[in-house]
C-alpha cells in the first residue's frame, strides 16, 4: 500500500476493512458501478449534503482546468461550495487572481450545468468519483492542491481497489517496433501477475500497453485527457470502448471535453499518482512520458526505465532517467519486484549450465590451463593451475574420462570438442 493509501483517514468515507465496495474480488456492484453518477444514496441531511459538494465539484470541473494549484488552495481553504458561490453569485473576487483572469473564470461559470453534465454521464454509463466517496483513490491526496475535484469514471470495478495494485506503463506515441514490443509483453506479465496497467490511451506504447494487459485477460485503466464518453485519439475508439467494457477509463474533464497539450501534459500526473509505480519504455527528451516519470518520482513512487539502443533518441529520455533515479527494468518480474510486497523477487538471472559447471573447481582450472592449440606437459599444467604435479595428473585422467582431454606423448591435449567450451570460458574459478 502506498503512502498515500496510509496516510488517509476514516472521515474520507473509505472502508476500514479494505475490502472492494460493493463486495465482489474487483469492486463491481453498488460501490463499484452501480449508482452511475457516483451519488450517495442515503436519505437525510448527510446524503444531501454529499448531493451537493458532488454538484459543485462538477460545477467546477468546468470552471477551472485540471491541476489547478490556485482552484485548489480555494477549495481547501475555503470549500468547495463557497467558491461555487463566490463565482455563481459575483461574489468578492477569491485571492491569488488577476481580475481578468476572475472576469474569465465567472465566464466559465456562467455557462456551467452540472444536472446537465451528470445526466449525459448517466446515459453514457457513467459515474462521478470524488473526494469523501468511497470509491476515491487516496493516492491522489498526494497532489495536494493539484489533486482532481473528482474523476468521470466508465466500467464496473472500483477505481480505489484497482489502484492499490496498479503500474503505469508509458512511453513515446511515434514508438518503434522494439517500444511497441517491450510495452505490450511488459503489460501482460503484469496483468498475468495481477497488476493493473495504468496508461493514457494513445498511440504507440500507450495503446500496446493496454493491448498487451487485454490480450492476457488482465485489467488495465485508461485515463483520458478529454471527457470520457468521447475517447480520444479517435483512432482508439474500438480499444477505449473496449478498455471501458473488461476495465476503466477516467478523466478529469466533464462529458464532451475535448483536449488540448495542456491538459494532455497535465493528465499525465494523475497517472503517476494513481500507481504505485511508472514504467517508461520509449521516450525523446521532450516526451510527455518524462512528464509522468518526473512527476511520479515528486511523488515518492519508483521510476522504472527500459533501456534502448544507445543509437536511439526514441530512448535517449529513458537513458537520462536511469542515469539518474530511475530503476533498470527489463521483464514484468522485476517490475514487480520494486512496486510488490516483501519477498516478491525477480528470479536469479543465470546463462544456461554449461557441462563443464560441474566440474570441481580443482578440475576447471587444468582445464583451463591447457593451451587450446597444442599438447602441454604435466608441470606447465601445474604450473598454470597453481597446483602440484600429482594434482594436476590426477585431475588430467578425471578430465580423460569425462572427453574433455586426451594424451599425446608425454603431453596432455583438449579433445576437439572441449576447445570451443574452454575458449568460452576463460574466467578464474
Known sequence: MSAGETRRGAGDGERSDGAAP?????????????????????????????????????????????????????????????????LRDDGEPLPGVTARRWAGLRAR????????????????????VCPGDAEWPGTLDDLGDARPLGLWVRGRPSLRMWALRSVAVVGARACTEYG?????????????????????????????????????????????????????????????NRIAEQGLVVGELPPGDHPTPTRFILRNRVIA???RGTVVVEAAYRSGALVTARAAQRLGRHTMGVPGPATSG????????LRAEAVLVTDAAEIVELVGEMGELAPERRGPALPRDLLEPAARRVLAALPARRSAAVDEVAREAWTTPDDAIARLYELRALGYVERHGDGWKLTRQAVVSVRGDRRPC
Open 22 to 86: 460493493g463486495g465482489g474480488p474487483d469492486g463491481a456492484g453498488p460501490g463499484g458501478g452501480g449508482a452511475v453518477d457516483g451519488a450517495d444514496t442515503g436519505d437525510g441531511e448527510g446524503g444531501r449534503d454529499r448531493a451537493g459538494e458532488r454538484h459543485a465539484r462538477v460545477f467546477l470541473g468546468r470552471v477551472l482546468e485540471p491541476g489547478d494549484e490556485v482552484g485548489g488552495q480555494w477549495v481547501r481553504r475555503r470549500g468547495v461550495r463557497e467558491v461555487v458561490r463566490r
Open 109 to 128: 461559470a456562467e455557462r456551467a450545468e452540472p444536472e446537465r453534465d451528470l445526466a449525459v454521464a448517466r446515459e453514457a454509463g457513467v459515474r462521478y
Open 180 to 240: 511497441a514490443h517491450m510495452a505490450a509483453t511488459l503489460a501482460a506479465g503484469l496483468a498475468e501477475q495481477g497488476w493493473v496497467v495504468v496508461s493514457g490511451g494513445a498511440y504507440g506504447v500507450d495503446g500496446a500497453a493496454h493491448r498487451g494487459a487485454l490480450g492476457a485477460g488482465g485489467a488495465t485503466v485508461a485515463v483520458l485527457a478529454c471527457g470520457v464518453d468521447r475517447p480520444y485519439p479517435r483512432g482508439h475508439t474500438t480499444l477505449i
Open 273 to 275: 499518482a494513481l500507481t
Open 314 to 321: 526514441l530512448s535517449a529520455g529513458v537513458h537520462e532517467l
